[in-house]
């Protein structure tokens, strides 16, 4: 009689071990994946509507308002504003980001000022592509200007 109690105990104890070890293991694999799907905005951050609000002919002072103070400005037959912003992602925790979209909003002035062109530039199909004519730019002062700057946002980036 005792070695059948004893034995039910033994049982009892290994149960109660297996389970307190399947409890930690769901709880590490929890914490472990916690982080998924972590996603990063880095750069602009560009406001609902606020390309809507930049007419052709607006001042530069205006774009200012709407759009902030730009990432960088280049001398362009004119100046340019450029805002630049990356968006990236993180499958699981310690993993390394991955880049899921990357722009460059380009606001082209005349000689007085004036908004002359928008420009949203991204990457579509592995080419620098403006969004908003829909075009993939050709060689010449303005690509010079802006794949730069794609460049520069992957530096230290992982080629995933």
């Known amino acids: 009689m005792i070695k059948s109690?004893?034995?039910?105990?033994?049982r009892r104890v290994a149960s109660r071990r297996r389970g307190l070890q399947t409890a930690a293991a769901i709880v590490l694999l929890c914490a472990v994946t916690s982080g998924c799907g972590e996603q990063y905005q880095k750069g602009y951050i560009l406001p609902p509507g606020a390309l809507e609000q930049i007419p052709i002919?607006?001042?530069q002072d205006q774009v200012l308002i709407v759009m902030g103070t730009p990432s960088t400005v280049a001398t362009l037959n004119g100046e340019v504003f450029y805002y630049i912003s990356q968006?990236?992602?993180?499958?699981?925790?310690?993993?390394?980001?991955?880049i899921i979209d990357q722009r460059v909003i380009a606001i082209y002035f005349d000689r007085n000022r004036q908004v002359r062109r928008l420009a949203n530039y991204g990457l579509k199909d592995g080419q620098i592509f403006d969004f908003i004519s829909r075009t993939t730019p050709t060689s010449g002062q303005e690509i010079n200007y802006v794949a730069p700057l794609f460049k520069a946002l992957n530096i230290g980036?992982?080629?995933?």
Do not use: K, V
């Not at 980036?157 to 995933?160: A, G």
């Open 87 to 98: 968006r990236s992602e993180r499958p699981i925790m310690f993993m390394n980001d991955r």
């Open 157 to 160: 980036q992982s080629s995933n």
């Open 5 to 10: 109690s004893l034995a039910g105990s033994t």
């Open 57 to 59: 002919g607006a001042s």
